[in-house]
């Protein structure tokens, strides 16, 4: 019943906010109601997830839909922000939803969700074709993307043009030879079943430039956006080249040191304590990039900072470099979240390792017990003993 509720409300404030499209003052105010048209619908595809009977949703597939849907809610409210227009067009689309998504995740999370597992090494829902796929080192592609002209077509958004007409809606692999390929890419809703492969990280690179400096929301930025399902995407670099002076700028999104700087490894947002959501880095290494190394003395670097008001992020049994400062992280908005975020290290080894320095904040916490480290792994976490085993991918299932 609380599911189905929320999804009505999101359908009328859905309706709302497509007439007010006239009420924008400029372009600004009409850039971030755009992006919230799209973020409603992919929240509303997101609910009708948990609603439908065909899906067969698991308690814990539904809380994690949930999580997204209002992480998208969220999203569009913060474009608003970004772009420094919050005051007319954000109260005029002021809808309960976000509140309904949050009880309702409250609600199943009363029920002790626990990770979904699985037989036979993949989710059900990943099909044996995608297995073979995810799995084979020659893949026969539908289509061609090379810049020289030996491919079917020369640039990546014609060879997605031309995925969308086709009739089939099985998986559509697109090769994309060895290339710098300068575009802005979304692969929507509605091109489903979409699979990428590259000639390798170093070689097949898609790049893009922008920013909420140059007058893009944080959402709009990315250089590659996906919302479509089934996307898969293998031996390619996606890159965004847009600099630290023009602020948040996304690479992909399915999401050179500058004077005075500070630079953060990670800005985990959660807006709601019931969203399964988090960043957990494990097993990994801190260190400086070639550009970043000489001119160390110049630049403080963190473990994270709190994007939003439930941030959760852990670093555990992780090499740290000199490059981190003592402190280890570092606070967004004056005492912002400091008492609600939830980060902790866990086992950390190297220079920097040592939390006697770190900050005193209410959220953070130096993880002793390996049972509460244990709730970060990846067999914990993603659930990852139930899916990557026969995926050939190297892990580390526990601590």
Not at 32 to 39: F, G, N, R
Not at 108 to 132: L, Q
Not at 211 to 219: I, K, L, Q, Y
Request: with cysteine; aromatic share 8%.
């Amino acid at each position: 019943m609380s599911l189905q509720l929320t999804m009505e409300h999101a359908v009328s404030a859905q309706n709302h906010n497509k007439h007010l499209g006239s009420k924008c003052r400029n372009e600004k105010e009409k850039t971030a109601w755009s992006d919230c048209l799209k973020l409603y619908e992919n929240a509303i595809i997101q609910l009708n997830q948990t609603l439908d009977p065909n899906t067969k949703c698991t308690d814990f597939d539904t809380q994690t839909w949930l999580s997204t849907s209002l992480t998208n809610l969220e999203t569009c409210r913060t474009g608003f922000m970004e772009l420094g227009v919050s005051d007319h067009m954000l109260p005029l689309m002021s809808n309960n939803v976000s509140q309904l998504i949050s009880n309702t995740l409250s609600i199943n999370n009363a029920s002790s969700v626990k990770p979904e597992t699985y037989k036979g090494g993949f989710p059900s829902w990943v099909k044996a074709g995608d297995r073979k796929l995810l799995q084979t080192s020659s893949v026969t592609a539908d289509l061609v993307v090379a810049q020289d002209g030996s491919g079917n077509y020369k640039t990546i958004q014609a060879a997605l043009d031309a995925a969308a007409e086709r009739s089939r809606s099985g998986r559509f692999v697109i090769s994309i030879k060895r290339g710098v390929y300068t575009e802005n890419l979304v692969i929507g809703n509605s091109l489903k079943n979409i699979m990428l492969i590259g000639d390798g990280l170093r070689y097949t690179i898609i790049t893009g430039s922008r920013s909420v400096g140059g007058g893009s929301t944080t959402f709009n930025s990315a250089t590659v956006a996906v919302t479509g399902e089934g996307f898969i995407a293998r031996g390619i670099k996606f890159r965004n080249t847009a600099g630290p002076q023009n602020h948040q700028a996304v690479a992909l999104r399915s999401e050179g040191p500058m004077d005075k700087q500070k630079n953060t490894v990670t800005a985990q947002g959660r807006t709601d304590p019931n969203q399964n959501t988090g960043i957990s880095i494990h097993n990994s290494r801190v260190m400086a990039a070639p550009d970043l190394a000489p001119v160390l003395s110049s630049f403080k670097t963190y473990l994270g900072r709190p994007w939003k008001e439930y941030s959760r992020t852990v670093f555990m049994q992780t090499y740290l470099d000199t490059l981190v400062d003592p402190a280890g992280w570092l606070e967004w908005d004056g005492d912002f979240a400091l008492d609600t975020l939830y980060y902790g290290e866990y086992k950390n080894l190297g220079p920097v390792a040592s939390t006697s320095g770190r900050v005193k904040w209410g959220g953070y916490r130096v993880i002793t017990s390996s049972s509460e480290a244990s709730k970060f792994t990846v067999a914990n976490f993603i659930a990852g003993n139930s899916w990557l085993p026969a995926t050939g991918v190297p892990y580390t299932s526990g601590l």
